[in-house]
């Protein structure tokens, strides 16, 4: 198996961690973002959608999704379950994994994409026709950013762990999140004390160096 990666991108950085996590070891290629390696025609020819993370697998199939990714190694390598392990925490985990990327990571996204020149006439990540930035959706992703930041905050205030007392998949794309946040200028205010707490714990873990 071979793993596309790049070292500076949100999805397989969420990758690396939880493969940390699990102690997993899988070849790694770099894609060259900034040089646009990843829409030209070799790296297209690997995924189509011209985005990474994307694994290719012994027989050629390729999954090119990060979340997909983690699935895929968490049915291969189900100790420690980091997408739960009774039917309630795998509903915990799938909710808050979904809501972070929804209302946290969308928001960033919208933020940086909509207003950075470096992504005009490329407003969504992948292999699209050009798509223009639009101005308003930036100001949505800072609006939405504060409400998320809130919402976390309240939730860690009523637990340890994103999903419960257990660590998860869902507070690896968190961490992912507030991290890729910052490249937006969207922080967390010294106000959220239970986000903070949780923040530093993650960040004391080793897989967060990946």
Request: aromatic content about 10%; glycine content about 6%.
């Given at each position: 198996?071979?793993?596309?990666?790049?070292?500076?991108?949100?999805?397989?950085?969420?990758?690396?961690?939880?493969?940390?996590?699990?102690?997993?070891?899988?070849?790694?290629?770099?894609?060259?973002?900034?040089?646009g390696e990843h829409?030209?025609?070799?790296?297209?020819?690997?995924?189509?959608?011209?985005?990474?993370?994307?694994?290719?697998?012994?027989?050629?199939?390729v999954i090119g999704?990060?979340?997909?990714?983690?699935?895929?190694?968490?049915?291969?390598?189900?100790?420690?379950?980091?997408?739960?392990?009774?039917?309630?925490?795998?509903?915990?985990?799938?909710?808050?994994?979904?809501?972070?990327?929804?209302?946290?990571?969308?928001?960033?996204?919208?933020?940086?994409?909509?207003?950075?020149?470096?992504?005009?006439?490329?407003?969504?990540?992948?292999?699209?026709?050009?798509?223009?930035?639009?101005?308003?959706?930036?100001?949505?992703?800072?609006?939405?950013?504060?409400?998320?930041?809130?919402?976390?905050?309240?939730?860690?205030g009523e637990s340890?762990?994103?999903?419960?007392?257990?660590?998860?998949?869902?507070?690896?794309?968190?961490?992912?999140?507030?991290?890729?946040?910052?490249?937006?200028?969207?922080?967390?205010?010294?106000?959220?004390?239970?986000?903070?707490?949780?923040?530093?714990?993650?960040?004391?873990?080793?897989?967060?160096?990946?």
């Open positions: 198996m071979k793993l596309y990666d790049a070292d500076r991108a949100p999805s397989p950085r969420r990758v690396r961690i939880y493969l940390a996590e699990k102690a997993i070891s899988v070849e790694r290629v770099t894609v060259d973002l900034r040089a829409l030209q025609p070799a790296f297209l020819a690997i995924n189509p959608r011209g985005t990474v993370p994307a694994l290719r697998l012994d027989d050629g199939e999704d990060s979340t997909a990714i983690c699935r895929f190694f968490e049915a291969l390598h189900p100790d420690p379950p980091l997408f739960g392990a009774r039917p309630v925490e795998i509903a915990r985990v799938t909710a808050w994994t979904r809501r972070v990327e929804a209302e946290g990571y969308a928001a960033a996204v919208y933020a940086l994409r909509n207003i950075a020149t470096g992504f005009a006439g490329r407003a969504e990540a992948g292999h699209w026709p050009r798509l223009e930035q639009i101005p308003a959706l930036a100001e949505r992703g800072r609006v939405m950013w504060e409400h998320f930041v809130a919402t976390l905050d309240a939730r860690l340890e762990w994103l999903a419960g007392d257990r660590f998860s998949f869902a507070d690896i794309t968190a961490f992912v999140t507030v991290d890729f946040a910052r490249a937006t200028k969207l922080t967390v205010g010294e106000d959220a004390a239970n986000l903070r707490r949780w923040y530093d714990a993650m960040g004391a873990r080793p897989s967060a160096a990946a």
